[in-house]
Every structure is written in structure tokens, then in C-alpha cells.
């Protein structure tokens, strides 16, 4: 190599380490920002899965078509729980340690849940979780769906203004129903001046509700609440073909379970943040984003949209609620974010949504709604927010 040629390599190296030290931070920041949707994908609640999953997909798109976060585009890194606390654990742990996701979401069971917390420690990140909120408090959980005292206490105190008294509980025997729903629903009975007459408490796998039924006809209540978590839909049908009279009300109630149940939900009342007749601008917007994006020939249809479960609308939620916590903290660690979510406050499907003071429950309106022949919910009453304290 003649002293021209040695020059020109030592430009070109000098040249070329110039350019990696201009265009790495440029590369590192377009790396994309990784969230972890962990949901049942196969299993009895597979459709809830897939239902998280298109709603967390769309709530990614939407950020990145609005230009990400800290300069970075979202991708979501997708896990099967396959309703096993154990491989929920070991997935919820590669997802954090070896993709390095930002945060988890789409989990249905609370012991799926647990399972994502316990990975979360090591992490520092944020666990947000899109189901019923029972009262669980951590450093790094946000749950997405109402609490307790947020369904049960409205929900009485219109029925208790419509002439029912008389209430048989129909609820899954799970410790989050022992511990907070039923204590909550006998308190708030008991403040709006109604009784309740028994508690029938049904293990999960239970397809046969006819002794039960029997039972609770014999008591001859004005209402039957019901919290069925793993078969509503066969309990519904059980309880129309038995003609029973009692007004049924439930805390599981929504458009995909009334076309499952064929007819047999028509007239149930019904308590949840979201319907999918909810009238607002951001929540047409979804429903037609989301058709357009994520239905296929195969989903049902309420109209003209396909139907979304309010558990979707509740990961879409979460994510929107991270995302602007993300731009508040300029930063996904769980306690930066902890700090930023109690000053968050959006539009989304369900309406204007904030954070609780503590920074682990949602601020929304609930909704009380009656289930119509043709599958959707005629809301008969918007309250709060409502304190998600228990």
C-alpha cells in the first residue's frame, strides 16, 4: 500500500466512524419499543384472547401512525397463556428478559395476572391488567376494568329505585367473588334498603345449573344476580328455558353474550365502563377503525361493525392510558410511569377516562344497560366516575 492508498483508508475509517457515531443513536431510536400482549390464544376463552389481542394491535397502530413513543415505533410481542399459571410465568419472563418488552397486557385470569406480576418485579415494568378490577393493589399494576365498588353500588342503587328488594346471588366460587364481590354486593344491598336472601356459589366447570335453578325459583326472589365467569352463556340459556320470572342482572353482560345466548339474554340488565351503543365520537371511530382493520368474515356483527368485548376495549384502553403516561415520564419504568398515570386523562371508547390517585385504578363512567332483542344494550343510566376504592 503506496502513502496515497494509506491515507485514503485512514479517511475512510475516520469517515466511517463518524458516520456509526452519527447514525447509531439515529438507528437505536428507530429500534422499535416492544409491548407484550400475554393472553389465552387457545383454550375456553380463546375469543377473549383474540378479542385483547386485535384491540391491543389497533391501539399500536394508532400510536405509531401519531409517530410512536420516544422516537420509537411500538410492535407488540404476542404470547399463548394457555390458561396455565406456569407457562404464563415462564412467558411473561422471556418476554420481559429476552425481548425486553416495555410492558404486558391481555391477560384474563387473575392468575394469570400474578403470574405476569411476579416476572414484572426483576423488570421494573408496568403490568397492566384488562379485567374486572377486584381490589388488587401493586406498585406496578394498572387495571383497566371497573372495580368493584364502581359496578356493584350503582348497579344496586338503580335497582333498589326500580322496585327490586328481594336478590339470589348465582356467582363462580373464585376467591375474588368470596372476598370482594359478594361482601360488597351484601353491603350495598343493605345501604339502599334491599336483602339478600342467599348465595349460591358454583365451582368452575359447571354446566349443569338445573338443581340450582330449582332452588333459587323456590326462594322467589325479584332478582337473580349472576356472576358466572367461565360458562355464562350456558347459564343464561339454562335460566330463559327454565322461564323463570326473577329480573336477571349480571356484572358479565355485553353484545357477544347476548348473540351467544340466542334470544335468552333480552331484558337482562347489565353494569360495565363499555357497550358498544355507547354514543361518542371516539367510540363510532373505533368501531370502524376496528371493523375495517381486524374482523373477518368469521366474527359476528351487531349492524354494521363487528363485535368487540368490552375485555378488548379494556386492553385498548390500557394501552392509550400507557402511552400517555410514556409521553408524560419520557420513560417506560414502572415507577416513573406510577408517578405520571393520576395526571393522564383521555377520550377513549368508553368516554373520558383518567387514573386513580394511586395510580392502579381507572376514573370512568358506569354504565347500566339493558340487553335488547337485537343483541345490543340500551343504556338506561351513566354515573361517576365513581371512587375505585374498596
Known sequence: MNRRDFSRTLLLGATGALAASVVSPVTRAA?????????????????????????????????????????????????DTQ????????????????????????????SEREAVLQASRAAGRLVVYPNFDDGRCDPQLLTTGLAASQRIGPLVAWLMRSGGLTVCAVVSDIGSNRKVLVPQLQAALARYGGTLLDVYWLPFGTRDYGAILQRVASRNPQIVWHSIGDDPVTFVKQYGSF??????????????????????????????????????????DFLARYTARYANAHDPRLGRYAV????????????????????????????????????????????????????????????IGQALADNSFSILESTGPGDASL
Not at 375469543?47 to 401519531?66: F, T
Not at 396455565?84 to 412467558?91: D, E, N, P
Not at 408517578?339 to 390517585?357: D, N, Q, W
Request: with cysteine; glycine share 10%.
Open 83 to 110: 390458561m396455565s399459571t406456569a407457562v404464563t410465568l415462564q412467558k411473561a419472563r422471556q418476554l420481559f428478559m429476552r425481548d425486553g418488552v416495555a410492558m404486558i397486557t391481555g391477560m384474563v385470569l387473575p
Open 308 to 367: 368487540v368485548l368490552p375485555h378488548g376495549e379494556n386492553t385498548y384502553a390500557g394501552i392509550r392510558l400507557f402511552a400517555e403516561a410514556v409521553r408524560s415520564a419520557g420513560s417506560v419504568d414502572a415507577g416513573r410511569l406510577r408517578a405520571a398515570l393520576p395526571a393522564v386523562s383521555i377520550a377513549l371508547p368508553r368516554g373520558k377516562t383518567g387514573v386513580s390517585h394511586d395510580a392502579g385504578h381507572v376514573l370512568c363512567q358506569t354504565r
Open 31 to 79: 429500534e422499535p419499543l416492544r409491548i407484550g400482549l400475554l393472553a389465552p390464544l387457545s383454550g375456553p376463552l380463546t375469543r377473549v384472547g383474540q378479542a385483547n389481542r386485535s384491540c391491543a394491535a389497533l391501539a399500536v397502530d394508532e400510536i405509531n401512525a401519531a409517530g410512536g413513543l420516544l422516537g420509537r415505533p411500538l410492535s407488540l410481542s404476542v404470547e
Open 243 to 284: 322461564a323463570m320470572k326473577p329480573k336477571l342482572v349480571s356484572d358479565i353482560a355485553h353484545e357477544s353474550l347476548s348473540i351467544a345466548t340466542a334470544g335468552a339474554s333480552t331484558d337482562t340488565i347489565g353494569v360495565s365502563s363499555y357497550f358498544m351503543s355507547i354514543e361518542n365520537a371516539e367510540n363510532r
